[in-house]
């Protein structure tokens, strides 16, 4: 009759999972790693720095434009007559779930910030990517006119850069994958 040890069978698991484990660890590649196998990593970045962010108007349109010149280049401004242009519509709008009964004023609102961007490859005049970004950031309302005030602009800001790295992100997506 067969007898199984069960020692025996969680030696030959374990090991089946170290091997797997192994196996596939050789498999992943960083995005944004300089030592990429196919150096992946570095053309990414050189990619990146290849799209001009056109003008867009109004201050939340301004923040989210810097934020996004700083992902993609590092800092290095704004890259004109590149290869690549970016436009955005933005819709921004405040919400307030929360209404205190007794006193009938906001106790939250929630800002959002909501982007619709297009990439542009010059040479062929054809637009390759079309998405959305969406922010939704959350504050307490106060009683204070500036301190109210204030909360909803960092809370703009916060979303701003929130939705240019959702936008970095679908960049390198796509030139990753050119899809």
């Known amino acids: 009759m067969w007898s199984r040890n069960p020692t025996i069978s969680k030696a030959w698991r374990g090991a089946a999972v170290l091997l797997l484990a192994a196996t596939l660890g050789g498999c992943f590649q ?21 799209v001009e962010i056109l003008e867009i108007d109004g201050r939340l349109g301004q923040e989210i434009r810097n934020d996004l010149i700083f992902e993609l280049t590092g800092g290095k401004g704004n890259p004109v007559g590149a290869p690549y242009q970016l436009a955005m519509t933005i819709t921004s709008a405040s919400q307030t779930p929360l209404v205190d009964v007794a006193s009938g004023r906001a106790t939250s609102e929630t800002v959002v910030l909501d982007v619709t961007y297009r990439v542009l490859e010059v040479g062929t005049n054809r637009i390759v990517l079309t998405e959305k970004a969406l922010a939704r950031i959350s504050i307490d309302r106060t009683q204070q006119r500036f301190s109210g005030m204030r909360a909803v602009r960092d809370a703009q800001n916060r979303a701003a850069k929130l939705v240019a790295e959702q936008i970095r992100s679908r960049l390198a997506s796509y030139f990753l994958t050119r899809t």
């Not at 960083?30 to 050189?46: I, N």
């Open 30 to 50: 960083p995005m944004y790693g300089q030592s990429t196998l196919f150096g992946a990593g570095a053309k990414l970045r050189d990619d990146l720095r290849q």
